[in-house]
């Protein structure tokens, strides 16, 4: 028999999605948008261009194919969210080995890499107003993480005091305006359509080009399947990304997602009816996922192009040293006056995406204590807030303070770049194991446990089609033996630390084996877990 008060929460099934129009499900669209203007600043606006500059259109083939694989991620999360009102860390709790090891293991490593990635975005942004304001000169060239820091503190403001609703309607705001003068740019570019479409659908190896070795020395020693496995984990979005998504989905009351986890009765109830309005919500994470992902593409194809267009032709290739200014020329080739609206873009893309990498940071931190113990995070959800906050802008302020000592006594500044321009900045070269995982390695875990959680905990009318299946098991596969080709060819003998093969995998296993040895200590027993 189904729970009365569990029922009464969710939600009527909108006409929208009960309609036999397509169009009118986009009117659910929300927390896609979060993702793809997320990734717009962690993917597009840098790396889309930057692996057009290199590779030409064959990178789009990639790009394509990584954004369908990681739909297939999101799109069965959420969907067994909608279904269960079980999040996937919930899920995770009951895999092999002490009890709840897994969450408590990306807890720990999302302790590491999200402060990381909170300090790359200021970074950013620093570079970027250095360029603006014409002091990229200043502390030779480390000025860049003091603009930052001011970035960092604002956004910190923003964040104490918003949450998801405001962030979806900034990134909402943020998709549109981006899309469209995107899609203009383009077709005034007017870049060779067949080569574009061609380089989407067929598969090619990659290579530097031969100018890349005399120009940018360091690119060409760096290993291209390193290269082409950190735009595999900004495109798109990251594994944390897709979990944190899965949260907000309690804020939409999309199906179950806000009525507590479904019991035995509730789930063969939900199988049996074929019109049962939760099974019409899955259309809901459905339209959101795809829409977002076609908009993901769509980016990386203009940014792309743009990049083939006007940085390839030029032998120019955004780095640590200009991350953004060169691609200004998208737009003041157009007309030099541009060049404000260009810049105000620029500025509202990354701080969208720095609230938003918060704002995941937050989400994340609450749904795996959550998971591990739902009494201490329900109860303690607002001082969590206020730890995960502290936390990533404590290590957000460590990160930007080490580049700008490492950049001030190393010369960054651009006199010292000539022949190279990544040479003094560790910036991206930081975040590039923090990437690996967080984009690469956990999607390929992620993706083999989805089939597993969906077969163990759901009826089987209700788990995902084989279809899907064999696509989490592909992409999983993929995934992994990208991540781990990648970390091992990061590595110089001798290196610094994040340059270094063995710290990385190293980091991975032995936070592994420390949730191992915590799990018994901090996880609820089991009946504490069940709601």
């Not at 899920?91 to 302790?111: A, E, K, V």
């Not at 076609?294 to 991350?323: K, R, W, Y």
């Not at 969906?454 to 989490?472: A, G, Q, T």
């Not at 296993?509 to 089991?526: D, K």
Request: aromatic residues 12%; contains cysteine; charged residues 15%.
């Amino acid at each position: 028999m189904t729970d009365a008060s569990s029922e009464s929460n969710i939600r009527p099934v909108p006409p929208a999605l009960l309609s036999a129009n397509p169009l009118s499900w986009l009117r659910v669209f929300g927390p896609g948008a979060v993702i793809a203007s997320i990734t717009l600043g962690s993917g597009e606006l840098i790396f889309s261009s930057r692996g057009g500059a290199l590779f030409g259109y064959d990178i789009l083939s990639l790009f394509v194919l990584i954004s369908l694989l990681k739909w297939g991620l999101v799109f069965t999360m959420a969907r067994h969210m909608v279904l269960s009102g079980v999040h996937p860390y919930r899920r995770m709790i009951d895999l092999p080995g002490p009890r709840g090891w897994f969450p408590l293991m990306l807890l720990l490593i999302g302790s590491l890499t999200t402060p990381i990635w909170t300090g790359f975005f200021p970074g950013i942004l620093g570079n970027f107003t250095s360029q603006v304001t014409g002091t990229e000169g200043y502390f030779n060239g480390a000025v860049d993480y003091l603009w930052g820091g001011a970035f960092l503190a604002g956004i910190l403001v923003l964040s104490a005091s918003g949450g998801y609703s405001v962030l979806e309607r900034v990134q909402i705001f943020i998709v549109g305006a981006m899309m469209i003068c995107a899609v203009v740019s383009l077709f005034i570019y007017q870049p060779d359509w067949i080569d574009m479409l061609l380089g989407g659908i067929l598969p090619r190896s990659f290579d530097y080009p031969d100018w890349v070795a005399d120009k940018y020395p360091i690119i060409a020693e760096k290993s291209v399947w390193v290269e082409t496995s950190t735009y595999v984990g900004v495109i798109g979005g990251a594994g944390f990304d897709y979990l944190a998504y899965t949260t907000w989905l309690r804020e939409k009351y999309w199906g179950r997602s806000s009525a507590g986890t479904a019991s035995a009765e509730d789930l063969v109830q939900i199988a049996e009816e074929t019109q049962h309005p939760v099974r019409f919500w899955v259309r809901a994470p459905l339209v959101d996922c795809t829409l977002s992902f076609v908009l993901v593409v769509v980016f990386s194809a203009v940014f792309v192009a743009l990049g083939v267009e006007e940085l390839q032709t030029a032998h120019e290739v955004p780095t640590g040293d200009n991350f953004l200014d060169m691609q200004s020329r998208f737009i003041t080739k157009i007309h030099s006056a541009l060049y404000p609206l260009y810049a105000i873009g620029v500025y509202m893309t990354f701080i969208g995406t720095l609230y938003g990498t918060y704002e995941i940071g937050i989400a994340v931190c609450q749904e795996i204590v959550r998971a591990l113990n739902p009494d201490v995070g329900i109860r303690h959800a607002a001082r969590l807030k206020k730890v995960t906050l502290t936390w990533c802008s404590c290590g957000a302020a460590i990160i930007l303070i080490w580049n700008f000592l490492h950049t001030y006594q190393g010369g960054g500044g651009p006199e010292a770049a000539v022949g190279d321009s990544e040479g003094p900045r560790i910036l991206l070269k930081i975040l590039t194991p923090v990437n690996l995982f967080t984009g690469v390695f956990a999607c390929g875990l992620l993706c083999w446990l989805m089939p597993w959680i969906d077969r163990k905990f759901l009826p089987r009318p209700l788990r995902m089609s084989p279809l899907l299946v064999v696509l989490n098991i592909v992409a999983g596969a993929i995934f992994l033996v990208l991540g781990l080709r990648a970390y091992w060819e990061n590595h110089i003998p001798g290196g610094v630390w994040y340059e270094n093969r063995w710290f990385s995998i190293g980091t991975i296993v032995g936070m592994g084996l420390l949730a191992m040895f915590l799990a018994p200590r901090v996880v609820a027993p089991e009946e504490e877990t069940s709601d």
